[in-house]
Each structure stands twice: as structure tokens, then as C-alpha cells.
């Protein structure tokens, strides 16, 4: 990763991956995109921030935390002025 990334690490023990049926690289990914949602979602990360999370545009990424019942839309006057700076 590039120096404007940080790396976190977490120990998930064999037997979970094994039970779920993933790989290191899906779990990665689905806790990414868990992360992403649950931040966007509880307003501690803007969409566009949260789209780069997990590597997709805003657009995208607004259409998916919708279809995922996530309200896109719950805007504080300032909160609404930084999304559309």
C-alpha cells in the first residue's frame, strides 16, 4: 500500500474462515465493505470516503447503501453542504 494508506490487521482464527467458507481475500473484502456501510451509515464517514473504502464511485456506492435499506438521504444542513462541497 502507498504511504497515504494505513494497514490494520486482525487475527481471525482458521476455524471461522473454514465455517464460512471464505477466503482471506473475501473476508477481507465483505469486512471492508461491512465497515464502509456501518461508518456511511452511522454518518462517521462521508459516501465519497466510504466509496473509496471499498473501491467503487459515490454514485455506486449511494445506489448500493440504498439498496441495502441504508438512508441515504438523512442530512444534516452542514452534513448535506459537505457531501455536495
Known amino acids: 500500500m502507498g504511504s497515504n494508506h494505513r494497514e490494520i490487521k486482525i487475527s481471525i482464527?482458521?476455524?471461522v474462515l473454514l465455517s464460512a467458507s471464505m477466503t482471506e481475500e473475501q473476508i477481507t473484502k465483505e469486512l471492508r465493505e461491512m465497515l464502509a456501510f456501518?461508518?456511511?451509515?452511522?454518518?462517521?464517514?462521508?459516501?465519497?470516503?466510504?466509496?473509496?473504502?471499498i473501491?467503487?464511485?459515490?454514485?455506486?456506492?449511494?445506489?448500493?447503501?440504498?439498496?441495502?435499506?441504508?438512508d441515504i438521504l438523512s442530512y444534516s444542513e452542514n452534513e448535506l453542504h459537505r457531501e455536495l462541497a
Do not use: H, Y
Open 38 to 53: 456501518k461508518l456511511f451509515s452511522e454518518g462517521k464517514l462521508t459516501s465519497g470516503n466510504a466509496a473509496k473504502l
Open 13 to 15: 482464527p482458521v476455524e
Open 55 to 70: 473501491g467503487m464511485s459515490r454514485v455506486a456506492f449511494l445506489f448500493e447503501a440504498s439498496r441495502r435499506g441504508i
